[in-house]
């Protein structure tokens, strides 16, 4: 390592040193150093310059200080002269001041880490210097936080760029130093639009990262598959932000591990663990809140075979699971409420470490070969200690006896059984209760109370029916009945072979793990339907609108029994999940899991179907099925490449797919075939859906191949799906409303449901529920990003026609807007900003800032900049916009108040401007005497400014779900009132008080520093503000003589604020007496320049009393420039000529009149009186060039954009060097 050195302060012993690789030199020995420090050391680019201490003849140095720039290491050195360097010259031996020094600077470090270890007391140092280094390097604040970083290579051209890759929470972050070229990437998670893990020649096992924009390779990773893996992770955890305002926090709840983990930080063991979390529980079917605590090797004897499978048990807050190696040989899952004992056995060198675990059902598991057994014990004896029992006992006694004599059930069709077949009868008397009445649906299902009858029970059929019943009464016997059962291939068998309907609605129950949450929130569902009854909103209308759409064939829904309990459950479900609320196929799905279980049973199924089984598939924009269907195309290509290019042609695998998925196949298939498919379903999960999928096309390929267009495809699978019967079922045949297609004469050939299945399992039955989560990962960036591209076009197709902008530019600025909401969401100091997305309201509604995010973008963005005063006029014009008073603005209005500063032509920003300085923009806080302007602000401002800068919709923006639909007609009336554009004239804009008008100048003062003729547009200001400062002192001179007329009108605008909404009588009174008409006066003419020197003396008196801020009239009128002949010149050509009353009188002055009291008044205090119009400002400002110039100058907002993303990076703190950025 090079280095160049500098001894300092004339002390021996302290040198202030800078890395070659930092000096400016670009000598080649430099640029190989540079490259070396962040090829080998993740650290050295932190701290390119750094201070030692050397003892005199010692070889040793010690490091004192280091910092990243020389600002930096010059603030370290100054400290030291400070509170060090004098204490060491009392020191006689060089030892005894290195001692000193090295005590000292290890005490601050101690107690600087003191101070930091609670907040990262987990993370190793090592990383903490890392993520130092990210934070200094990109410009990342504190709360962003790094997951891992891994030494890598990034693609650039042909050249691989070496370097290292940090992972954080949002961002993907990279930094290369290679031979002087430098590249810097950063990329947020939610703009990568595809993942990838391939080999190819030119890019050997390296990881693809796509975004809109560009496609980055990295590769020469030590362990590629971790980093592959957490960036999935991360890049699911940004979708899921995108898709509903889920953000990523540290689980406090999660275990900590017991040797400490090096180089890992707490975030990555979290995510880890998450992961670890969400396979255990797919795997088990469990609650989404549990929490995997550990998982051991063991064996597990199972007694229908008299064998020890090994496999491995998992232990979390509130059950034992077990999984075998070999996928179909066994899992098992034991609750902890079952569990009475856990004892452990003897050891025998048969079976080492036994375990032995009793339940409540009298079933006893044995599992051996564990390591740290008595560990193991301990935690599950402390589980079971926190584990409240809220089962009711012996309800599998109670199973096993209603399935053994299915006879005993009532024959009436509205009596209640008091053991029904359904699983939770003990809980049945107790769920009643939820419906005074005590309808029949709290205790069973609909196809209790509406019998068959006993000719279909007696027949074939029936014998087939109490055979399988037998079938899985001796399965039970076997392997155990309820959570505990043994589930091997002997249970997928016979699942496949059809649910007997008495057992349907346990089994569905038990294989969903709906029964687990049911049994431990006891009284949930009955507390829902109390709290739903009777209330009212979206949700509640749509669900009115489908109940009689949901199986009307069914006589089970064609009476007010069935439908009130379909309402029942699908109200209490959205009063549940209102993110979902209610969505369509939901009815129909509920509907069929009505017949065989009881209210509350059925609810807890449509929980697991919706939450875990099927996620996100019921939101409004049906992401969950879209996903499965990518994932349908995907399985297509690779087992069906032949149609899969056909298919796709055609565009027929959208439009099956969303139908078979949603419902279950139950909308296209006859209802007897359908629930066999939810049989399986529900035991093997999506992965089933996709093989039957699969498996039809399969069966129509060659008719498939042959198709000419869409319509005879789905004419043809039409026709399949309607013939494929269940030939065992007990049912009476529901006619099928899908209608019956038929070729000709040729009878429908029919297909037994059952081949169909066994055909699926033949021939896809190798799809794996790993792969297609795997899958689902990738398929869900491609359907998100895909949603919020039509999302972008839609908001920017919706908001294009009143707006100046382009649709390029008003795409980049709603990448802008959004991107300012999400960093609120991840970088905010709450997550209130993620709260305010409501994924039910349009795109136009669903990104809204408040008003510190609009600040940021306005200043950024801004033609009108302003300096330290850009952030006042921004809160300002955020009023201005944010007319529902909610403190939050749309993207629509996010653009009308750009496009009022970018587009149209002087009078039209000028308007803005003016607006800007009248309430509601102004702060009562800012100006005092504004009463004419709030009161007309108050009474016009829906309308005043729809034309040019209010959006249309805004007042949509306040209607609730909740409102009724006479609310919505009234809206819609509104709407339509407000769609009859009146366009506002000047004449309509209330006139501004003289503290407003000063409010005008300070604005414009600021506007103008900096600019390139800023010295022009002083000038021009200060003569149109002492010109406007006169007029509103003339003016008043007229309004203070009102007419009998003027007075009655301002009391009737006093009194009734909608006259002056439609005829603005008091302004334009106001505005005649200063109104302008042609006059030729050469008198006042004479009078005005005949004056000079008075002029100039008023001018310098009206600055000098008021106040010290940069917008007094003493800074406006007080320059130099503004006292010249040619500022007199010009001031005395507008006076006569944009000054001229109708009623003044020969021997009035216009200018200069009451010179003494107009300054005194100035100068002192505000005149309220004293008003001014926006014509009469527009005019003065048409006789200034520099002026006009600048309001119509064109200012391009991509650039500003462009700039605006840079700065959005900029590095904390910069080394006083700069290396030319490469930027990816």
């Known amino acids: 390592r090079i280095i160049l050195s500098q001894q300092r302060g004339g002390t021996p012993s302290l040198w202030a040193q800078e890395t070659a690789a930092n000096n400016n030199k670009k000598t080649p020995i430099c640029l190989l150093v540079g490259t070396l420090d962040v090829v080998l050391d993740s650290s050295a680019r932190v701290a390119p310059y750094r201070i030692l201490h050397q003892t005199q003849d010692s070889q040793v140095y010690w490091a004192v200080a280091c910092g990243s720039s020389r600002k930096e290491i010059t603030k370290h050195w100054e400290w030291l002269e400070n509170n060090l360097l004098q204490t060491l010259s009392?020191?006689?031996?060089?030892?005894?001041?290195?001692?000193?020094?090295?005590?000292?600077?290890?005490?601050?470090?101690?107690?600087?880490?003191?101070?930091?270890?609670?907040?990262?007391?987990?993370?190793?140092?090592?990383?903490?210097?890392?993520?130092?280094?990210?934070?200094?390097?990109?410009?990342?604040?504190?709360?962003?936080?790094?997951?891992?970083?891994?030494?890598?290579?990034?693609?650039?051209?042909?050249?691989?760029?070496?370097?290292?890759?940090?992972?954080?929470?949002?961002?993907?972050?990279?930094?290369?130093?290679?031979?002087?070229?430098?590249?810097?990437?950063?990329?947020?998670?939610?703009?990568v639009t595809q993942l990838e893990k391939n080999a190819t020649l030119l890019f050997p096992e390296c990881i693809k990262v796509s975004t809109r924009d560009s496609e980055?390779?990295?590769?020469?990773?030590?362990?590629?598959?971790?980093?592959?893996?957490?960036?999935?992770?991360?890049?699911?955890?940004?979708?899921?932000?995108?898709?509903?305002?889920?953000?990523?926090?540290?689980?406090?709840?999660?275990?900590?591990?017991?040797?400490?983990?090096?180089?890992?930080?707490?975030?990555?063991?979290?995510?880890?663990?998450?992961?670890?979390?969400?396979?255990?529980?797919?795997?088990?079917?469990?609650?989404?809140?549990?929490?995997?605590?550990?998982?051991?090797?063991?064996?597990?004897?199972?007694?229908?075979?008299?064998?020890?499978?090994?496999?491995?048990?998992?232990?979390?807050?509130?059950?034992?699971?077990?999984?075998?190696?070999?996928?179909?040989?066994?899992?098992?899952?034991?609750?902890?409420?079952?569990?009475?004992?856990?004892?452990?056995?003897?050891?025998?060198?048969?079976?080492?470490?036994?375990?032995?675990?009793?339940?409540?059902?009298?079933?006893?598991?044995?599992?051996?070969?564990?390591?740290?057994?008595?560990?193991?014990?301990?935690?599950?004896?402390?589980?079971?200690?926190?584990?409240?029992?809220?089962?009711?006992?012996?309800?599998?006694?109670?199973?096993?006896?209603?399935?053994?004599?299915?006879?005993?059930?009532?024959?009436a069709p509205y009596s209640v059984s008091p053991l029904a077949v359904s699983p939770t009868s003990a809980l049945s008397h107790r769920s009643v209760s939820f419906c005074a009445g005590q309808v029949p649906t709290a205790s069973q299902g609909l196809l209790k109370l509406f019998r068959r009858n006993s000719e279909e029970l007696s027949g074939p059929k029936g014998a087939k029916e109490k055979m399988k019943e037998e079938s899985w009464n001796i399965h039970f016997f076997e392997y155990g009945r309820g959570m505990c059962m043994y589930r091997t291939a002997k249970t997928r068998e016979l699942v496949q072979k059809g649910i007997p309907e008495n057992l349907r609605g346990e089994l569905w129950l038990l294989f969903s793990g709906a029964w687990n949450e049911m049994v431990t929130h006891p009284?949930?569902?009955?507390?829902?339907?109390?709290?739903?009854?009777?209330?009212?909103?979206?949700?509640?209308?749509?669900?009115?609108?489908?109940?009689?759409?949901?199986?009307?064939?069914?006589?089970?829904?064609?009476?007010?029994?069935?439908?009130?309990?379909?309402?029942?459950?699908?109200?209490?479900?959205?009063?549940?999940?209102?993110?979902?609320?209610?969505?369509?196929?939901?009815?129909?799905?509920?509907?069929?899991?009505?017949?065989?279980?009881?209210?509350?049973?059925?609810?807890?199924?449509?929980?697991?179907?919706?939450?875990?089984?099927?996620?996100?598939?019921?939101?409004?924009?049906?992401?969950?099925?879209?996903?499965?269907?990518?994932?349908?195309?995907?399985?297509?290509?690779?087992?069906?490449?032949?149609?899969?290019?056909?298919?796709?042609?055609?565009?027929?695998?959208?439009?099956?797919?969303?139908?078979?998925?949603?419902?279950?196949?139950?909308?296209?298939?006859?209802?007897?075939?359908?629930?066999?498919?939810?049989?399986?379903?529900?035991?093997?999960?999506?992965?089933?859906?996709?093989?039957?999928?699969?498996?039809?096309?399969?069966?129509?390929?060659?008719?498939?191949?042959?198709?000419?267009?869409?319509?005879?495809?789905?004419?043809?699978?039409?026709?399949?799906?309607?013939?494929?019967?269940?030939?065992?079922?007990?049912?009476?045949?529901?006619?099928?409303?899908?209608?019956?297609?038929?070729?000709?004469?040729?009878?429908?050939?029919?297909?037994?449901?059952?081949?169909?299945?066994?055909?699926?399992?033949?021939?896809?039955?190798?799809?794996?529920?790993?792969?297609?989560?795997?899958?689902?990962?990738?398929?869900?960036?491609?359907?998100?990003?895909?949603?919020?591209?039509?999302?972008?076009?839609?908001?920017?197709?919706?908001?294009?026609?009143?707006?100046?902008?382009?649709?390029?530019?008003?795409?980049?600025?709603?990448?802008?807007?959004?991107?300012?909401?999400?960093?609120?969401?991840?970088?905010?100091?709450?997550?209130?900003?993620?709260?305010?997305?409501?994924?039910?309201?349009?795109?136009?509604?669903?990104?809204?800032?408040?008003?510190?995010?609009?600040?940021?973008?306005?200043?950024?963005?801004?033609?009108?900049?302003?300096?330290?005063?850009?952030?006042?006029?921004?809160?300002?014009l955020f009023r201005l916009l944010d007319e529902n008073r909610d403190s939050l603005i749309n993207f629509k209005e996010f653009v009308t108040g750009m496009s009022g500063m970018y587009h149209g032509d002087l009078t039209e920003k000028l308007k803005v401007l003016y607006k800007l300085h009248l309430p509601p923009a102004l702060n009562p806080e800012e100006t005092e005497s504004a009463l004419e302007a709030t009161s007309y602000f108050t009474e016009d401002v829906t309308t005043e400014g729809n034309a040019?800068?209010?959006?249309?919709?805004?007042?949509?923006?306040?209607?609730?779900?909740?409102?009724?639909?006479?609310?919505?007609?009234?809206?819609?009336?509104?709407?339509?009132?407000?769609k009859e554009n009146k366009k506002e004239t000047i004449k309509d804009l209330p006139k501004m008080s003289q503290e407003q008008f000063i409010e005008l100048c300070k604005t414009l003062y600021n506007m103008f520093s900096e600019d390139p003729v800023e010295q022009e547009l002083y000038h021009a200001i200060a003569t149109v503000a002492s010109l406007l400062l006169r007029i509103g002192e003339v003016g008043k001179k007229f309004s203070n003589r009102p007419t009998r007329k003027s007075e009655d009108c301002k009391a009737n605008s006093a009194q009734d604020p909608v006259s002056e909404e439609e005829s603005p009588t008091s302004e334009q009174s106001q505005n005649s007496a200063v109104e302008q008409q042609p006059q030729a006066d050469h008198e006042d003419k004479g009078s005005v320049d005949a004056q000079p020197e008075k002029t100039q003396q008023e001018n310098q008196t009206l600055g000098d009393g008021s106040g010290e801020g940069q917008g007094s009239p003493l800074q406006l009128l007080s320059d130099d420039e503004t006292k010249d002949d040619m500022s007199m010149s010009s001031y005395s050509m507008v006076s006569t000529g944009s000054l001229q009353c109708e009623d003044i009188a020969d021997d009035t002055v216009l200018v200069g009149c009451e010179g003494s009291s107009a300054a005194a008044r100035y100068g002192s205090t505000i005149d309220t009186d004293w008003s001014i119009s926006f014509e009469q400002i527009l005019a003065s400002m048409l006789t200034e060039t520099a002026l006009v110039n600048y309001f119509e100058k064109k200012v391009n907002i991509l650039q500003k954009i462009k700039d605006q993303k840079k700065v959005e990076r900029q590095f904390s703190s910069s080394s006083d060097y700069e290396l030319s950025s490469v930027s990816g």
Request: charged share 25%; aromatic share 12%; hydrophobic share 40%.
């Open 523 to 876: 009284g949930y569902y009955a507390d829902l339907v109390e709290k739903s009854m009777g209330r009212y909103n979206l949700a509640t209308e749509e669900i009115e609108r489908d109940l009689h759409r949901s199986m009307p064939e069914h006589p089970a829904f064609q009476n007010e029994l069935g439908i009130a309990a379909l309402r029942r459950v699908l109200t209490a479900y959205a009063f549940r999940n209102p993110t979902i609320g209610y969505c369509q196929a939901m009815n129909i799905v509920t509907s069929v899991l009505l017949l065989y279980c009881n209210e509350e049973e059925a609810f807890w199924l449509l929980v697991a179907l919706c939450e875990r089984m099927l996620p996100d598939y019921y939101n409004t924009r049906v992401v969950g099925a879209l996903v499965d269907q990518g994932i349908f195309e995907e399985l297509t290509r690779e087992y069906l490449p032949q149609l899969s290019e056909k298919m796709q042609d055609l565009g027929v695998i959208s439009t099956i797919s969303l139908s078979w998925f949603l419902t279950l196949f139950l909308s296209v298939m006859p209802f007897e075939s359908a629930v066999v498919i939810v049989d399986c379903f529900f035991y093997e999960g999506i992965k089933f859906i996709l093989q039957v999928s699969l498996a039809i096309l399969d069966a129509n390929m060659e008719k498939l191949l042959q198709c000419c267009d869409e319509g005879e495809a789905m004419t043809i699978l039409g026709r399949y799906l309607d013939n494929v019967v269940n030939r065992q079922s007990v049912s009476p045949p529901i006619p099928h409303l899908h209608a019956l297609l038929t070729s000709g004469d040729d009878p429908p050939l029919e297909i037994d449901i059952f081949e169909l299945i066994k055909t699926s399992y033949e021939k896809f039955g190798n799809l794996k529920a790993d792969d297609i989560e795997q899958m689902r990962f990738k398929q869900r960036l491609k359907v998100i990003q895909s949603l919020e591209d039509t999302a972008k076009k839609s908001v920017v197709r919706a908001v294009s026609g009143d707006i100046g902008f382009t649709m390029e530019e008003l795409e980049e600025l709603y990448v802008v807007f959004k991107a300012k909401y999400l960093m609120s969401c991840y970088w905010g100091n709450n997550r209130a900003a993620a709260a305010r997305r409501d994924q039910s309201l349009p795109y136009l509604e669903q990104y809204r800032i408040d008003m510190e995010q609009f600040k940021e973008l306005f200043i950024s963005l801004t033609p009108w900049a302003c300096g330290a005063h850009t952030p006042v006029l921004a809160g300002r």
């Open 216 to 411: 980055l390779y990295f590769s020469m990773f030590l362990n590629i598959n971790e980093t592959f893996k957490l960036m999935e992770q991360l890049a699911n955890i940004a979708m899921r932000q995108l898709l509903d305002n889920e953000s990523f926090l540290q689980d406090k709840s999660l275990p900590k591990p017991r040797r400490p983990l090096k180089n890992i930080s707490a975030l990555k063991r979290d995510l880890d663990a998450r992961a670890k979390n969400e396979c255990y529980r797919a795997t088990f079917r469990l609650p989404k809140d549990e929490c995997l605590d550990g998982h051991t090797d063991c064996t597990l004897w199972t007694p229908f075979n008299k064998m020890h499978i090994p496999g491995q048990m998992f232990v979390s807050n509130n059950y034992i699971c077990f999984a075998s190696r070999a996928e179909e040989a066994c899992h098992l899952i034991i609750p902890l409420r079952e569990v009475t004992i856990v004892e452990k056995a003897d050891s025998s060198s048969v079976l080492p470490s036994p375990l032995s675990i009793s339940t409540k059902s009298k079933m006893t598991f044995f599992f051996a070969n564990l390591k740290d057994r008595d560990f193991l014990v301990q935690r599950i004896s402390d589980f079971l200690q926190r584990t409240p029992s809220k089962k009711p006992c012996g309800i599998d006694k109670e199973w096993k006896w209603n399935a053994a004599d299915p006879s005993s059930e009532s024959n």
């Open 90 to 191: 009392i020191f006689d031996n060089e030892e005894d001041i290195t001692t000193f020094v090295k005590g000292k600077i290890h005490g601050i470090i101690a107690e600087e880490n003191k101070n930091e270890q609670p907040q990262s007391e987990e993370d190793p140092g090592k990383f903490k210097e890392a993520e130092l280094k990210m934070r200094k390097q990109f410009g990342m604040p504190e709360v962003e936080k790094l997951v891992n970083y891994y030494s890598c290579s990034y693609w650039k051209g042909r050249v691989p760029r070496q370097g290292w890759l940090y992972l954080t929470v949002n961002h993907l972050c990279f930094y290369s130093f290679l031979l002087g070229k430098e590249v810097t990437l950063v990329i947020q998670w939610v703009d």
């Open 948 to 978: 040019t800068l209010l959006p249309l919709s805004l007042s949509w923006t306040g209607v609730e779900k909740g409102t009724s639909p006479q609310d919505y007609r009234y809206y819609l009336r509104m709407w339509a009132k407000e």
